[in-house]
T-cell receptor, first 115, second 111 residues
């Protein structure tokens, strides 16, 4: 089972709203990621959690707030977003650390539209 | 600064023929390389990977070749099928974390 599940699949929110994206995996992976992908561009890393601790924050604006409640769940809290934040948000997971076995598996993504 | 480059934005191949997708990288510290396939409106799906200690990895119709001295890898799909039509991303990593993605190559397999 290499499944990473993301909800919701589609989200439309106003610039003053607060919403959350959710991600779940049951592969026993201890590293979880948020990526952002715009049309015709490769995914861009936002955050990395390793063993439920935030290990990488790629200078993401504070209107994006990640949370890792446990080893299977990863949330992305959204507040006061801008229209340019509209994109596909991808959650991913893997085993942490170096090694050729560290394949990263992606969820299907959450399409976010900010109006 | 793009450390992983896919210089062909698109490729069209006839069904049954070989598809060859190319990828170049600049960072000699990359030690693990992956190919992802992406359909529109879906997340990337892991396809095949190769460690820097190998020069070839094969999985069914998919083979990845790595030439470390040239900092070049390629994905061969043979025979190509219409269902292979998708965007293919090459990715590389060093620390076991952040993947560095290329910009993708859109493959179209025509009947």
């Amino acid at each position: 089972d290499t499944e990473v599940t993301q909800t919701p699949k589609h989200l439309v929110m106003g610039m003053t709203n607060k919403k959350s994206l959710k991600c779940e995996q049951h592969m026993g992976h201890r590293a979880m990621y948020w990526y952002k992908q715009k049309a015709k561009k490769p995914p861009e890393l936002m955050f990395v959690y390793s063993y439920e601790k935030l290990s990488i924050n790629e200078s993401v604006p504070s209107r994006f707030s990640p949370e890792c409640p446990n080893s299977s769940l990863l949330n992305l809290h959204l507040h006061a977003l801008q229209p340019e934040d509209s994109a596909l948000y991808l959650c991913a997971s893997s085993q942490p650390g170096r090694g050729s076995g560290n394949t990263i598996y992606f969820g299907e993504g959450s399409w976010l539209t900010v109006v | 600064d793009q450390q992983v480059k896919q210089n062909s934005p698109s490729l069209s191949v006839q069904e049954g023929r070989i598809s060859i997708l190319n990828c170049d990288y600049t960072n000699s510290m990359f030690d693990y390389f992956l190919w992802y396939k992406k359909y529109p409106a879906e997340g990337p799906t892991f396809l095949i990977s190769i460690s820097s200690i190998k020069d070839k990895n094969e999985d069914g119709r998919f083979t990845v070749f790595l030439n470390k001295s040239a900092k070049h890898l390629s994905l061969h799909i043979v025979p190509s099928q219409p269902g292979d039509s998708a965007v293919y991303f090459c990715a590389a990593e060093t620390s076991g974390y952040a993947l560095n993605f290329g910009k993708g190559t859109s493959l179209l397999v025509t009947p």
